[in-house]
C-alpha cells in the first residue's frame, strides 16, 4: 500500500450536462480524442458513472465536477471557458490563472450572548478583499502565463472556516433547514459585501483588465446570486442578521447602478482550510460539520491525539442547560465517545450533535443527503465552488454513492467527493483511539466467506497435543521467540505465540493479543498465504538488521514473522509444500517455474454491466481487493506471496546491499523499493 503513488492525491472526473441526462436516460456516451476529436468508443452512460462511483467506494476518489454548472456560473467566459480546478476543487477558474485564498473563523465573530457580529463580520470581508487584491501585484509567479492571467483577472479566494461549530454552539443541527438558512445568510453577506469591496476598488483604480470583454457575463452572474438572495427563509434567519444581509446587497445595486465594475474576476470560495483551521483553533474546516465530538488523530511519528469538542458546553448552554447538566453531559461523553444515551439530554436536542462519522459506540451521524443539502444552500453565493467531503459510513455501497454524485448535479453543485470511512488503510483523523486495523480486515475480507465459496467458515480448535516450531529471532536488537503450532495430520499451522525477551508488559500484551488474533483466523481457515500477503512489509519500528542470511532486515517485527513463516511454510492446493517456498531455490525435484504467476496478456476483460444507481438493476457489493490497489480480488497460490514479499516472480532477485530487502527488476537492473538503490541503474 505504502509504495502506491499519490495516495494523498485529489483525483476529480469532469461530466456535462449531457453525459448526466445519458445516466437518466440509460444511453452511451461517446468518448473523444483530446488531439483528434475522433470517437474513441462507446459505453453505457450508467456503467461508466458506476466504475467512477466503484473507484471511490475503494480509495475516496474520484470526485466529480459538473462542467456545465460550473461555466454557468463563469464571469469570463468570452476569455475561455473553466476547464479545471485546483487538487481541492474549490479554485475553479481559466487555464494558467491563480488565487490567493483567505479564510475568517465564523466563531470569532459570536459575541458573548452568542449573537453573531455581522457588522464587525462585513469589515473583516472588506479589509480582507482590499489585502488580497494588493497581494496580486506584490506576489510571485511560477510561470509568465499565470503572472499575465493573475493581473489580467485579478481573482481572489475569501472563505471561512468553523461554520458546523458556529451551528453547534447556536443549537443548530448542521442538517436541518435553520441550519442551512443561517449558513445560506453568512455566505451571502460574505460574497455581497466582497462583490462591494471589490466595486469600490474598481472604483478608485479600475476595474481588471478582462472586465470589458466580460461585462454582460460579470452582470448576469450577478443577477443569478441576487436571485438566491432573495429565495433565503427571512423566517429561518435571526432578525439582525438578515437586515445586514438585505443593507449589503441592497448597498451593492445602489453603488454599481451607474457603474458596475468590479476589480476581480472572483472573490469568494470556500478553501478546506486543514492548515489554518489548526492555526486558528477551529473545531470545524471550512464548511464541514464536527467529523466527531470525540476524535484521534495519528500523530506520524507515531500515537493518537484526543481531540474533543470544545463548543459542546456552549451549544448546551444556548439549549438552556445549567452548569450541573453541562458537567454531566461532558462527562457522559468523556466516558462514551458520545451523547447519545446520556439521560441529562433531552432527545429533541441529539441532533445538534449529530457529526460526520457515527460515533464508536453510537449510532447517529449526518447522512449524506444533509451534506449534499448545505453544499447546495451555500452554493449560489461563491464565485468558485467549495472544497468538502460528503463522509459516508463503512458499509455503504458503490450504488449509493452513484446516487450521491446524481443528486449533487440534480441540485446545483459544481463539485462533490465523497470519502467511505475506512476506504484507506491510513486515515489521519478516527473515532476511536484503535481504528480499524489490518486485523480487522482480515477477519471482515477473508474469515467471513460463505461455505459456497469452498472455505469453512466453521472454526478447528488444535488438538491437546500437536507439533510445534520454536524460532528465536532478532529485529534491530530486539529480541523474541515465535512458536508456531501445527495440525498433526496437515502440517498446516494453526496457531503462533510471540514471545519478546525485555519489553515490558505493554509491547508484550500487544503480541501476545496479536497473536491470538492470527491463531483464531488460522484455525477459521484464513489461508497462510492470505496473512502472508497482509503483514509482509508492514512499516514500523523496531526495525532493522536481523542477522538471519535469509531475512537481513526487516521493517518491523511483524514483517520480519511473516516473511519467516512465508520461508517456513509454502502452501499449495492447502498442503504444505517445501519446494514452493517463495524467495528460495527450489528444492531437489521442485521447479521455479511453480513461481512464476501467468503471463499478462492484455486481453481486455469483459465489462460489468451497470447497475440500478437509483435506478432500475441489482446492487451488489465489490468483491474485497488483494490490497495492493490493482483492482484485483483476494485469492491463493504461491506468486500472491511471492509479490507480497517484493520478488514479483524474478528468482533471480539479489537482495539489497544497504538495507537487505528484496529487489525488483527495474529495465535491465534491479531496484530496491524500501531504500531505493539501484543496483546499476542510473
Given at each position: 500500500y505504502e509504495t502506491i503513488a499519490y495516495q494523498n492525491a485529489n483525483h476529480s472526473v469532469r461530466v456535462t450536462d449531457e453525459f448526466m441526462r445519458a445516466v437518466l436516460d440509460d444511453r452511451e456516451w461517446e468518448t473523444v480524442a483530446r488531439t483528434s476529436g475522433e470517437v474513441v468508443t462507446r459505453v453505457?452512460?450508467?456503467?461508466?458513472?458506476?466504475?467512477?462511483?466503484?473507484?471511490?467506494?475503494?480509495?475516496?476518489?474520484?470526485?466529480?465536477?459538473?462542467?456545465?454548472?460550473?461555466?454557468?456560473?463563469?464571469?469570463?467566459?468570452?476569455?475561455?471557458?473553466?476547464?479545471?480546478?485546483?487538487?481541492?476543487?474549490?479554485?475553479?477558474?481559466?487555464?494558467?490563472?491563480?488565487?490567493?485564498?483567505?479564510?475568517?473563523?465564523?466563531?470569532?465573530?459570536t459575541r458573548p450572548d452568542g449573537s453573531f457580529d455581522a457588522a464587525g463580520f462585513r469589515h473583516a470581508v472588506r479589509l480582507l478583499i482590499v489585502a488580497q487584491d494588493v497581494l496580486v501585484d506584490r506576489a510571485s509567479y511560477p510561470t509568465s502565463q499565470i503572472a499575465d492571467n493573475s493581473h489580467r483577472f485579478r481573482p481572489l479566494?475569501?472563505?471561512?472556516?468553523?461554520?458546523?461549530?458556529?451551528?453547534?454552539?447556536?443549537?443548530?443541527?448542521?442538517?436541518?433547514?435553520?441550519?442551512?438558512?443561517?449558513?445560506?445568510?453568512?455566505?451571502?453577506?460574505?460574497?455581497?459585501?466582497?462583490?462591494?469591496?471589490?466595486?469600490?476598488?474598481?472604483?478608485?483604480?479600475?476595474?481588471?483588465?478582462?472586465?470589458?470583454?466580460?461585462?454582460?457575463?460579470?452582470?448576469?452572474?450577478?443577477?443569478?446570486?441576487?436571485?438566491?438572495?432573495?429565495?433565503?427563509?427571512?423566517?429561518?434567519?435571526?432578525?439582525?442578521?438578515?437586515?445586514?444581509?438585505?443593507?449589503?446587497?441592497?448597498?451593492?445595486?445602489?453603488?454599481?447602478?451607474?457603474?458596475?465594475?468590479?476589480?476581480n474576476a472572483q472573490v469568494t470560495l470556500l478553501a478546506p482550510t486543514g492548515t489554518i483551521?489548526?492555526?486558528?483553533?477551529?473545531?470545524?474546516?471550512?464548511?464541514?460539520?464536527?467529523?466527531?465530538?470525540?476524535?484521534?488523530?495519528?500523530?506520524?511519528?507515531?500515537?493518537?491525539?484526543?481531540?474533543?469538542?470544545?463548543?459542546?458546553?456552549?451549544?448546551?448552554?444556548?439549549?438552556?442547560?445549567?452548569?450541573?447538566?453541562?458537567?454531566?453531559?461532558?462527562?457522559?461523553?468523556k466516558r462514551e465517545g458520545t451523547v447519545e444515551g446520556c439521560p441529562t439530554l433531552r432527545a429533541e436536542h441529539l441532533p445538534v450533535f449529530d457529526c460526520a462519522l457515527r460515533p464508536a459506540h453510537g449510532s447517529r451521524s449526518i447522512l449524506p443527503e444533509g451534506h449534499l443539502r448545505m453544499m447546495a444552500a451555500v452554493q449560489p453565493f461563491l464565485s468558485g465552488a467549495i472544497s468538502k467531503t460528503v463522509n459516508l459510513p463503512h458499509e455503504v455501497t458503490p450504488e449509493q454513492i452513484a446516487a450521491i454524485f446524481l443528486e449533487g448535479w440534480r441540485l446545483g453543485l459544481k463539485a462533490v467527493a465523497v470519502y467511505r470511512d475506512g476506504c484507506k488503510r491510513t486515515q489521519p483523523l478516527n473515532t476511536s483511539a484503535t481504528p480499524r486495523s489490518i486485523v480487522a480486515e482480515v477477519v471482515d475480507e477473508l474469515v467471513a466467506v460463505p461455505e459456497s465459496a469452498g472455505r469453512s467458515t466453521s472454526r478447528r480448535p488444535m488438538p491437546s497435543e500437536r507439533p510445534s516450531i520454536t524460532h528465536k529471532f532478532e529485529v534491530g536488537g530486539h529480541s523474541g521467540y515465535l512458536t508456531v503450532g501445527?495440525?498433526?495430520?496437515?502440517?498446516?499451522?494453526?496457531?503462533?505465540?510471540?514471545?519478546?525477551?525485555?519489553?515490558?508488559?505493554?509491547?508484550?500484551?500487544?503480541?501476545?493479543?496479536?497473536?491470538?488474533?492470527?491463531?483464531?483466523?488460522?484455525q477459521y481457515g484464513v489461508p497462510l498465504e492470505d496473512l502472508i500477503e497482509k503483514f509482509s512489509?508492514?512499516?514500523?519500528?523496531?526495525?532493522?538488521?536481523?542477522?538471519?542470511?535469509?531475512?537481513?532486515?526487516?521493517?518491523?517485527?511483524?514483517?520480519?514473522?511473516?516473511?519467516?513463516?512465508?520461508?517456513?511454510?509454502?502452501?499449495?492446493?492447502?498442503?504444505?509444500?517445501?519446494?514452493?517456498?517463495?524467495?528460495m531455490p527450489p528444492a531437489a525435484g521442485g521447479s521455479a517455474e511453480s513461481l512464476t504467476p501467468p503471463p499478462v496478456t492484455g486481453e481486455r476483460q469483459p465489462r460489468r454491466r451497470a447497475s440500478d444507481l437509483g435506478l432500475p438493476g441489482a446492487a451488489r457489493t465489490p468483491t474485497p481487493g488483494n490490497g495492493h490497489g490493482n483492482g484485483k480480488a483476494n485469492g491463493t497460490g504461491?506468486?500472491?506471496?511471492?509479490?507480497?514479499?517484493?520478488?514479483?516472480?524474478?528468482?533471480?532477485a539479489p537482495p539489497c546491499p544497504d538495507c537487505g530487502s528484496m529487489t525488483v527488476r527495474n529495465g535491465a537492473c534491479y531496484k530496491c523499493l524500501n531504500c531505493g538503490t539501484s543496483l546499476g541503474c542510473s
Open positions: 453505457p452512460a450508467r456503467e461508466l458513472l458506476r466504475e467512477i462511483a466503484e473507484a471511490a467506494w475503494v480509495c475516496g476518489d474520484p470526485g466529480l465536477q459538473y462542467d456545465s454548472t460550473i461555466n454557468r456560473w463563469h464571469t469570463c467566459p468570452q476569455s475561455g471557458p473553466i476547464r479545471a480546478s485546483n487538487p481541492c476543487s474549490e479554485y475553479m477558474f481559466l487555464d494558467n490563472s491563480a488565487c490567493n485564498l483567505a479564510s475568517l473563523n465564523l466563531l470569532a465573530f479566494g475569501l472563505g471561512y472556516a468553523n461554520l458546523g461549530a458556529l451551528l453547534m454552539s447556536l443549537g443548530l443541527p448542521y442538517d436541518s433547514d435553520g441550519g442551512r438558512a443561517h449558513a445560506a445568510a453568512l455566505t451571502a453577506l460574505m460574497h455581497g459585501e466582497a462583490l462591494r469591496a471589490s466595486a469600490a476598488l474598481a472604483a478608485r483604480l479600475g476595474p481588471c483588465a478582462a472586465y470589458a470583454d466580460n461585462r454582460a457575463d460579470f452582470a448576469r452572474v450577478v443577477r443569478q446570486h441576487e436571485e438566491a438572495v432573495d429565495a433565503i427563509d427571512r423566517q429561518l434567519v435571526p432578525p439582525a442578521l438578515f437586515a445586514e444581509l438585505r443593507s449589503t446587497w441592497s448597498g451593492l445595486a445602489e453603488e454599481t447602478k451607474d457603474r458596475p465594475e468590479y476589480r483551521g489548526f492555526m486558528m483553533d477551529c473545531d470545524t474546516t471550512g464548511i464541514e460539520p464536527e467529523l466527531s465530538l470525540v476524535r484521534y488523530k495519528t500523530l506520524v511519528g507515531g500515537g493518537t491525539l484526543e481531540l474533543i469538542n470544545q463548543v459542546v458546553p456552549a451549544a448546551l448552554t444556548h439549549l438552556g442547560y445549567g452548569i450541573q447538566s453541562v458537567q454531566e453531559v461532558l462527562a457522559h461523553l501445527m495440525y498433526p495430520d496437515t502440517g498446516r499451522p494453526g496457531e503462533i505465540f510471540v514471545v519478546m525477551a525485555k519489553q515490558g508488559s505493554t509491547i508484550g500484551g500487544l503480541m501476545d493479543a496479536f497473536a491470538t488474533a492470527i491463531s483464531i483466523a488460522l512489509h508492514v512499516r514500523f519500528e523496531p526495525s532493522g538488521f536481523t542477522g538471519n542470511p535469509e531475512i537481513p532486515f526487516a521493517k518491523s517485527i511483524i514483517d520480519y514473522l511473516f516473511r519467516w513463516m512465508a520461508f517456513r511454510f509454502g502452501i499449495r492446493d492447502g498442503e504444505v509444500a517445501q519446494t514452493e517456498l517463495p524467495l504461491s506468486p500472491r506471496v511471492l509479490a507480497a514479499l517484493g520478488a514479483r516472480a524474478q528468482d533471480d
